[in-house]
């Protein structure tokens, strides 16, 4: 069975630059998550997706990024216009249901350098 | 607001050693409990999960965790240690089974091992 897959893996942009994440979530999981992980840290969430729904994008800087997950499957983080403190490692992960085990399966995820 | 703590950025150990990560929670009621591992290059992968019952959970690749509720701890183990062991390992908390959406992650303990 194919994990999460993301892409791309390693994106290098200049700043102002915009750039968007592409994430495949795993075939009948109905929940996707965005999380963001700087280095040294541990993920955070950005967003929540059940089904096509954005459930929770408390956490979402809305003026820069914007998310998408069209026909309930696959979905999209866009940063527009990209500032140097976004360069970090964006997750995507998903999951049967919300809490329906407790397990996030995630990506290996995308790393954005902003320079 | 919930929190978690590891305070140990990084561990060294020697191949067929013992470990113990350590994992430290603030949150007013009993949390779900989880501990997820992260190879170079790779996703967080799920380790183990402590819900309720007995409190020394067993994981997969020969992890174990045990809940002290009076400590407020989730600590990780392994009687021997591998090479392929080394990662970086993360801890995390959830209110609820039901709300594993709303993990919140420790900052991590990266695992070095030595030959």
């Known amino acids: 069975e194919a994990g999460v897959v993301q892409s791309p893996r390693y994106k290098i942009i200049e700043k102002k630059q915009p750039v968007a994440f592409w994430c495949n979530p795993i075939s009948g999981h109905n929940t996707l998550y965005w999380y963001l992980q700087n280095l040294g840290q541990g993920p955070e969430l950005l967003i929540r997706?059940?089904?096509?729904?954005?459930?929770?994008d408390s956490q979402l800087p809305k003026d820069r990024f914007s998310a998408e997950r069209l026909k309930g499957v696959d979905s999209t983080l866009k940063i527009q216009p990209a500032e140097l403190g976004d360069s970090a490692v964006y997750l995507c992960a998903s999951s049967l249901a919300a809490g329906s085990t407790g397990e996030l399966f995630f990506g290996e995820g995308s790393r954005l350098t902003v320079l | 607001a919930q929190s978690v703590t590891q305070p140990d950025i990084h561990i060294t150990v020697s191949e067929g050693a013992s470990l113990e990560l350590r994992c430290n929670y603030s949150y007013g009621a009993t949390p779900y409990l989880f501990w997820y591992v992260q190879s170079p290059g790779q996703g967080l992968q799920l380790l183990l999960k402590?819900?309720?019952?007995?409190?020394l959970v067993q994981g997969i690749k020969g992890f174990e965790a045990e809940f002290k509720r009076s400590q407020s701890s989730f600590n990780l183990r392994k009687p021997s240690v591998h090479w392929s062991d080394a990662a970086e390992y993360f801890c995390?908390?959830?209110?609820?089974?039901?709300?594993?959406?709303?993990?919140?992650f420790g900052s991590g303990t990266r695992l070095l091992v030595r030959p």
């Open positions: 995390a908390v959830a209110p609820g089974v039901d709300s594993s959406y709303k993990l919140i």
């Open positions: 402590y819900f309720s019952g007995d409190t």
């Open positions: 997706y059940e089904n096509e729904e954005a459930v929770d």
